[in-house]
């Protein structure tokens, strides 16, 4: 049996669904084993691969969330990107098969699939319907000041810790909400045009938006919940009774949620020309990692399409909340009715296709965005902090920010 050693960072409810696919995957064929391996966090993951890689044994498929996408990218040699990989393998592979939205994200501008789009999300807002109902709300709040008014009512209703929070601050309120918003993050379409792109998130929606969450966070209508998933424990305690997060949380809500709950739209501010535009993805995708035999390839080809059977991206798909990434399977989806009873589970789909993309809603590729991310996070909580003003911290994030694209470009070779 040829072993394939798979890393991710998956927890709860998607760990067990990452485990069930390499036990199916096992028990479907006898020449090949895939053995799944947790490596910590996304960020963790990412650089215990690259670490491995550089001592000669990294993985054969390794789970990268999107933002880990430019620095793959660049580590030419290391990875074998998937259209090569499937082609090599004789493996039959039709990349038009899978939902643009998802595969703009990670292939090259002729449309070469470079990684597969395993667990795409889209942020969507989780509420706590029995908490609308105690508080006396009767609609589930569209924008950002109605959020803002809810969350007060919330904390007066008994959530006195927390009226809204969210989890990964820099995704949910600078990188979304810039797309949603049809502003740029960063300029050369937020990178995805070119390495040579400069931020540019420090324009007067981000900057307002940020100044409304410092104002919030004083008395707890907003409660800051941290830089990665961490915080998502709130909204399942019952603790922060609005929340925003990946669709992907779908699947610990639902084993731990104890009252009603749906996902609704993010909100957005009514007076932005154009909003909401339309999201874009989050989640991660499947490397192949270089330097692997052809057998060893032949077997990582075959899991992939084992992946994309569309009985088992519908399965993966009601089981966490991530998107299912054929077109066939959404079709199917739609055509079982499984949306009239679950809608909350289309609301990142509707998100990701609301409008035609634009510029500033393609998606995102900008090098270092680990390091990047968890600069901004830093700034914005020293602006959440009041050490400085909401401007005065974006200002900064995109200023340091910037010098760290500029020493990518230098380093990386693309
Ligand atoms: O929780 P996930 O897997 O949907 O990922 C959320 C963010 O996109 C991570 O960068």
């Not at 390091?371 to 050490?387: F, N, P, T, V």
């Amino acid at each position: 049996v040829t072993e394939i050693q798979w890393w991710h960072a998956m927890t709860g409810a998607n760990n067990d669904v990452i485990v069930k696919l390499a036990n199916d995957f096992n028990a479907s064929q006898s020449d090949y084993k895939v053995i799944p391996t947790y490596k910590g966090g996304y960020a963790d993951t990412i650089n215990a691969g690259i670490a491995a890689f550089r001592a000669g044994n990294a993985p054969h498929i390794m789970q990268v969330f999107e933002v880990g996408t430019a620095t793959m990218m660049a580590a030419t040699g290391a990875v074998k990107p998937v259209y090569k990989l499937m082609a090599d393998a004789g493996e039959k592979f039709d990349p038009s098969a899978y939902l643009p939205a998802i595969t703009g994200y990670y292939s090259t501008s002729k449309g070469e699939m470079l990684s597969f789009p395993f667990n795409s999300s889209s942020t969507v807002m989780w509420v706590n319907l029995d908490a609308l109902k105690k508080a006396n709300i009767a609609e589930i709040p569209k924008t950002w000041p109605q959020v803002f008014e809810d969350a007060k009512k919330l904390k007066a209703a008994g959530y006195t810790t927390c009226g809204f929070s969210g989890s990964w601050v820099t995704w949910v309120n600078l990188e979304q909400l810039s797309a949603w918003h049809n502003v740029p993050l960063a300029s050369k379409a937020n990178g995805l045009d070119g390495f040579d792109t400069v931020l540019e998130f420090n324009g007067p929606l981000q900057v307002k938006h940020l100044e409304n969450l410092v104002e919030l966070q004083k008395d707890k209508t907003y409660d800051y919940a941290g830089r990665t998933n961490t915080g998502e424990g709130r909204f399942t305690s019952g603790e922060c009774p609005i929340y925003l997060t990946s669709s992907a949380f779908f699947g610990n809500v639902k084993a731990q949620a104890k009252f009603n709950f749906t996902a609704a739209p993010m909100p957005y501010y009514p007076d932005a020309k154009g909003a909401p535009q339309n999201s874009i993805i989050g989640g991660a995708s499947l490397w192949i990692m270089g330097g692997k035999s052809a057998e060893e390839y032949k077997g990582v080809a075959k899991f992939l399409t084992f992946l994309s059977d569309t009985d088992r991206q519908i399965w993966i798909h009601k089981a966490s909340g991530y998107l299912p990434i054929t077109k066939a399977a959404y079709a199917k989806a739609k055509e079982e009715g499984f949306y009239k009873d679950q809608p909350y589970l289309e609301t990142p789909l509707l998100e990701l296709t609301n409008k035609e993309p634009t510029e500033n809603s393609r998606g995102l590729r900008l090098g270092n965005m680990v390091q990047l991310r968890d600069m901004w996070s830093e700034e914005i909580e020293q602006a959440l902090a009041g050490k400085k003003t909401a401007k005065q911290a974006l200002d900064s994030a995109v200023e340091r920010g910037n010098q760290m694209l500029r020493q990518f470009e230098k380093t990386a070779v693309h």
